[in-house]
């Protein structure tokens, strides 16, 4: 896909197109144990480093898989900002999410975009399927898949 910014209405042309990666962000412990007290949930498997390193099979604490899962929104505005330019973009749902891989505290991930479909909903109106992959810096698994819906406008 080309860098340039594009209408909205031309996302139908690259459906089967990876649009391109974000920036890799660091989960470290004081995001986990942020959004541990953001949340209320305070497993030891994520915010207990002691007990993590004894009893956990990681061999440390992990990041949430919901912690991951909040990436898609910044990830993705990213991504998709910097190439299309709608008016606005909604978060419609999720279709399908795979945690594939835990994330140890301190490692980095980022998110591998693609374009799986487009629907014109009339209106100026495009519901977008995006499929993302979270992907772990040097790591063979991600940590997620997952197929985001978001109504671009145009």
């Not at 993705?76 to 594939?100: C, D, Q, W």
């Amino acid at each position: 896909m080309a860098d340039s910014i594009m209408p909205v209405g031309d996302l139908a042309k690259h459906v089967g197109e990876e649009i391109g990666a974000s920036s890799w962000t660091t989960l470290d412990q004081a995001r986990i144990d942020e959004f541990a007290h953001c949340t209320g949930d305070h497993q030891w498997i994520h915010v207990d480093a002691e007990r993590a390193a004894r009893e956990s099979p990681f061999g440390g604490t992990v990041a949430h898989g919901f912690l991951t899962l909040s990436l898609l929104a910044p990830t993705g505005f990213e991504v998709l900002l910097t190439r299309i330019a709608p008016k606005s973009v909604v978060n419609y749902g999720l279709e399908k999410v795979r945690f594939v891989a835990p994330v140890r505290s301190g490692k980095r991930v980022r998110n591998r975009i693609k374009i799986a479909a487009v629907e014109h909903k009339g209106g100026g109106r495009y519901l977008v399927t995006i499929e993302n992959t979270m992907e772990i810096e040097g790591e063979a698994k991600p940590a997620l898949i997952a197929s985001l819906l978001a109504m671009f406008m145009a």
